[in-house]
């Protein structure tokens, strides 16, 4: 089945660590998204990204960087983690072709914690 | 004000009733629009997208879009325990190529025996 597919599930690391989290599809999608959920605050969106060669920058990009590596792959960093980047990460794509590309597919997720 | 309004419930049904949850909007020009279920713990998964006034159907669900009262709502009939979930009402605010969602901050329902 196409899905999109998240590592690791779950991390605990330590503030000052630099870690990366990795999202990779198999739907055939062109765009991707990273999000961060914490509780009472919802979806924010991190960082996007349309094509390999384009990257752009969500809500809350501050503290975060992204790598498109390939049309199937996009991964999330923390360059210095810090325990309030502590959150549920999601990865999403959608197909620019379906519904204008506003449909989109959620990732399973990565808890983070920095302690 | 917050882009995408929802009551964070929980919202208490009992089981086989009509579940109706309501989302305002900020953006007059929003063109898409969207609920998601999510599971505690779990992700995201579109169960309803509507772009036009009115009310489309799928199987129990339906949902309803004003766009001069720029609300949007979920209506679940005949609920089942495996509805309680948080219900995510997510907005396009662009037209075009952006395709940015802004999400509320959801409803969570609770279906009882």
């Known amino acids: 089945d196409a899905d999109v597919t998240q590592t690791p599930r779950n991390r605990i690391t330590k503030t000052g660590k630099r870690i990366m989290l990795e999202c990779s599809q198999t739907k055939g999608h062109d765009r991707m998204y990273w999000y961060r959920q914490d509780p009472g605050l919802g979806l924010q969106l991190i960082y996007y990204s349309f094509d390999v060669k384009d990257i752009n920058k969500g809500e809350i990009s501050d503290g975060y960087s992204v790598s498109r590596q390939a049309q199937a792959k996009f991964s999330l960093s923390l360059e210095s983690a810090i325990p309030n980047q502590t959150a549920l990460y999601f990865c999403?794509?959608?197909?620019?072709?379906?519904?204008?590309?506003?449909?989109?597919?959620f990732g399973p997720g990565t808890r983070l914690t920095v302690l | 004000q917050k882009e995408v309004e929802q009551n964070s419930g929980p919202l208490s049904v009992p089981e086989g009733a009509i579940a109706s949850l309501n989302c305002t909007y900020s953006?007059?020009?929003?063109?898409?629009f969207f609920w998601y279920r999510q599971y505690s713990g779990k992700s995201p998964e579109l169960i309803m997208s509507i772009y036009s006034n009115g009310d489309k159907e799928d199987g129990r669900f339906t949902a309803q879009l004003n766009k001069a009262s720029q609300y949007v709502s979920l209506l679940i009939r005949d609920s089942q325990p495996s509805d309680s979930a948080t219900y995510l009402c997510?907005?396009?605010?662009?037209?075009?190529?952006?395709?940015?969602?802004?999400f509320g901050t959801g409803t969570r329902l609770q279906v009882t025996l």
């Open positions: 953006d007059r020009g929003s063109q898409s």
């Open positions: 999403a794509t959608s197909d620019p072709g379906l519904a204008g590309g506003t449909e989109q597919f």
């Open positions: 997510a907005v396009n605010p662009d037209t075009g190529t952006a395709s940015k969602l802004t």
